[in-house]
């Protein structure tokens, strides 16, 4: 069983590393404060584990389904659009600031880190989809399990965003205010485009 449990382990690590690292707005975001903040990715990932670590317990204790009604989906998907729209212009509007005083949102990267994932339906979508038979599979080998599966998952999420920022501030004395200009003008196009998106999708 232990050599099937890190099987299993190894695998969910795969998977959370696939999503993790596909670009979005909490990829952009971490772009954005990491500019400033070499591990602001540390702070992101704690903000995220604010809303992922409940939720994956509230997944183990039977309420999925919540997170699947479509009245709950359309209002996740509208107030998170919003919130990522706003979000978006917040950093087009900072834009035009000089070098010194690079684009920036508006909140510290703990609080950055609970919005980009609250806001996103699609986090609870994959929660209540990918997620729960994860979930599953890990209750099979006992509740210790379970918690051993939730640090690997996290530790995806830690791991990936604190190389996104640390990376970007390391190499921000390279960025000339063309570069800092067409870069933070995609992460705001990122953030502002994904609102749109949950915004609008979950409407048809």
Same mark, same amino acid.
Not at 76 to 97: H, S
Not at 116 to 128: H, I, K
């Given at each position: 069983?232990?050599?099937?449990l890190g099987l299993f382990l190894l695998s969910a690590a795969g998977i959370s590393l696939s999503g993790v690292m596909l670009p979005?707005?909490?990829? !952009?975001?971490? $772009? !954005?404060? /990491? &500019? @400033?903040?070499?591990? =602001?990715g540390i702070f992101i990932a704690l903000g995220h584990a604010v809303i992922e670590l409940p939720l994956m317990a509230l997944i183990?204790?039977?309420?999925?389904?919540?997170?699947?009604?479509?009245?709950?989906? @359309?209002?996740?998907?509208?107030?998170?659009?919003?919130?990522?729209?706003?979000? /978006?212009?917040?950093?087009? %509007?900072? $834009?035009?600031? =000089?070098?010194?005083?690079? !684009?920036?949102?508006? &909140? #510290?990267?703990?609080?950055?880190?609970?919005?980009?994932?609250? !806001?996103?339906? &699609?986090?609870?979508?994959?929660?209540?989809?990918?997620? $729960?038979?994860?979930?599953?599979?890990?209750?099979?080998?006992? *509740?210790?399990?379970?918690?051993?599966?939730?640090?690997?998952?996290?530790?995806?999420?830690?791991? %990936?965003?604190?190389?996104?920022? *640390? #990376?970007?501030? @390391?190499?921000?004395?390279? %960025?000339?205010? @063309?570069?800092?200009? $067409?870069?933070?003008?995609?992460?705001?196009?990122?953030?502002? +485009?994904? +609102?749109? %998106?949950? +915004?609008? #999708?979950?409407?048809?």
């Amino acid at each position: 069983m232990t050599a099937s449990l890190g099987l299993f382990l190894l695998s969910a690590a795969g998977i959370s590393l696939s999503g993790v690292m596909l670009p979005g707005p909490l990829t !952009a975001a971490t $772009i !954005a404060k /990491g &500019y @400033r903040e070499q591990n =602001a990715g540390i702070f992101i990932a704690l903000g995220h584990a604010v809303i992922e670590l409940p939720l994956m317990a509230l997944i183990y204790f039977g309420f999925a389904h919540f997170f699947t009604f479509p009245e709950v989906k @359309r209002a996740i998907g509208l107030a998170g659009g919003l919130m990522l729209i706003a979000m /978006g212009l917040m950093v087009l %509007w900072n $834009i035009r600031k =000089a070098q010194a005083d690079a !684009a920036d949102l508006p &909140y #510290s990267s703990l609080v950055t880190g609970i919005v980009m994932t609250g !806001a996103n339906p &699609y986090f609870f979508l994959w929660w209540a989809t990918i997620g $729960i038979a994860l979930i599953a599979t890990a209750a099979q080998f006992g *509740m210790w399990a379970l918690v051993i599966f939730a640090v690997v998952h996290w530790s995806c999420d830690l791991v %990936w965003e604190q190389f996104v920022s *640390m #990376s970007v501030f @390391r190499t921000r004395h390279l %960025w000339t205010q @063309r570069v800092q200009r $067409i870069v933070f003008g995609i992460c705001a196009a990122v953030l502002v +485009g994904f +609102g749109v %998106w949950f +915004g609008v #999708s979950v409407f048809v």
